[in-house]
């Protein structure tokens, strides 16, 4: 089974709430479009999108189409796909409702998504249903028959979640508790909860936009990126994602701190270059959030981390550019030769393990994890090259810089190759 191609979306007034910037009635198509969903139906009960609204969704080629409700609340008969559909998917398009969901709906028949009561923020006044004591709430997202979908009345949001618990207390195989299902997301490397956020009003943006923000933020990261990095990178986003600055805007920002701090390496302005540098591994962290909360995701992104390592590696050809002036060539040549060196050995190794694995190898267990908060990466080679640059110590901080590399390639490496080895032992004749 595969996602449906075709997808209603029921509008209301809290449709156009804005959260974090987006209005939830853009979130829901984005979140049908970023699944391949080409034709979808806003479902408004009175057939009309504000107009400044409807202009902001037009502008991201997203297509749709609006139609009203018949007199009884029920969808028009004429809107149901003609051409042998068996299933469409509906979403309630006034509540926060997971990504995930429409592929996870691709599997299987009629399916509606319930959510644990207890997991849900902002619950008051929708109905539930109760299995084995524990009461559940629909999670704004159904594959359901298109004759099931006739038969819903659909004045509200509320509705909607009536005629869903109605459904499955007559048919309980129609329920997927979202609760039983695996929530580990491998682009976070992390266990994200499943997100249902009902929408009463703009008042509801704080509460919603700190949980967006929260499910946002990767878990495996260096010890700067999580202890210095995070706070202010969550404190600035909080504010950024009101504003209509893309992610792409954000990754040119970044990119033209990181090119300009390149430079002024170069040059020998390291003080002012390692200033710049920290601040662009905060800057670096604000586009793939940005994208994140505000579900609004380009090619651009998917380039962004060869960027990465291609100003990263230019700063340290431009560290040693400036250390071997006056003569002193060797250790600054035998130190750059050793991170780059490092730094290629760590990728070749670790795409070695995903290969062999299918996982990230910092996922691989605690070990992994742990030694993901000390390894030589950029930011913990940043604040292990500060001190130095501070008591005019540049090329022995370099040079512990080199020594920071190698040592962390060979536990790192160590632990690829006994795991890789140890696997192919296993499967060998």
């Known amino acids: ?6 997808a209603f979306v029921l509008a209301s007034a809290e449709s156009f709430v804005r959260i974090a910037g987006v209005t939830v009635l853009e979130r829901s198509l ?3 479009y970023y699944e391949g969903v080409s034709g979808i139906t806003v479902l408004c009960p009175k057939g009309e999108v504000p107009e400044g609204i409807l202009s902001e969704l037009k502008k991201f080629n997203i297509p749709f189409t609006v139609s009203p409700l018949d007199e009884g ?31 996870l709906l691709s599997q299987g028949g009629e399916r509606l998504c319930f959510i644990p009561q207890e997991c849900v923020p902002s619950r008051a006044g929708l109905p539930s249903i109760t299995l084995s004591g524990r009461p559940y ?12 979908l006739a038969g819903f009345a659909l004045p509200s949001p509320l509705s909607l979640a009536q005629e869903a618990v109605k459904a499955v207390g007559d048919e309980p195989n129609l329920l997927l508790d979202l609760s039983t299902l695996p929530n580990y997301k491998p682009d976070m490397r992390a266990h994200v909860p499943f997100l249902f956020f009902p929408v009463k009003g703009p008042e509801d943006n704080p509460a919603a936009k700190s949980i967006l923000i929260s499910s946002s933020q990767k878990l495996v990261l260096d010890w700067p990126a999580w202890y210095i990095h995070r706070p202010i990178e969550n404190a600035l986003i909080s504010q950024i994602c009101e504003w209509s600055i ?23 302005f390291l003080a002012s270059g390692l200033v710049l540098a920290l601040i662009v591994g905060v800057l670096d962290g604000l586009d793939g959030k940005q994208a994140r909360v505000k579900l609004h995701f380009s090619p651009l992104g998917e380039w962004e981390h060869h960027l990465d390592k291609v ?3 230019g700063w340290y050809l431009a560290l040693a550019w400036h250390l071997s002036a006056g003569g002193r060539v060797t250790l600054p040549l035998i130190s750059l030769g050793t991170i780059l060196a490092a730094n290629v050995l760590d990728m070749v190794l670790t795409a070695a393990y995903r290969r062999v694995f299918h996982l990230q190898f910092d996922d691989s267990g605690p070990f992994a994890r742990a030694l993901r908060v000390f390894a030589g990466r950029r930011n913990t080679y940043l604040w292990t090259f500060a001190p130095f640059v501070l008591v005019g110590k540049p090329l022995l901080g370099f040079a512990c810089i080199a020594l920071y590399a190698l040592l962390s390639l060979m536990i790192k490496g160590g632990g690829i190759m006994f795991s890789i080895f140890t696997r192919l032992r296993k499967v060998a004749p």
């Open 311 to 313: 100003y990263e590696n």
């Open 30 to 32: 984005r979140t049908l």
């Open 1 to 6: 089974m595969t996602t449906p191609t075709r």
């Open 246 to 268: 893309t992610p792409n805007q954000l990754t040119v920002l970044n990119n033209l701190a990181a090119f300009a701090a390149l430079g002024l390496f170069a040059a020998g």
């Open 73 to 103: 609340r029920r969808i028009d008969p004429s809107l149901l796909p003609a051409d042998g559909t068996p299933q469409v998917l509906l979403l309630d398009g006034s509540a926060l409702v997971d990504s995930r969901l429409p592929a």
């Open 137 to 148: 709430l629909f999670a704004g997202v159904a594959r359901i028959s298109l004759s099931r």
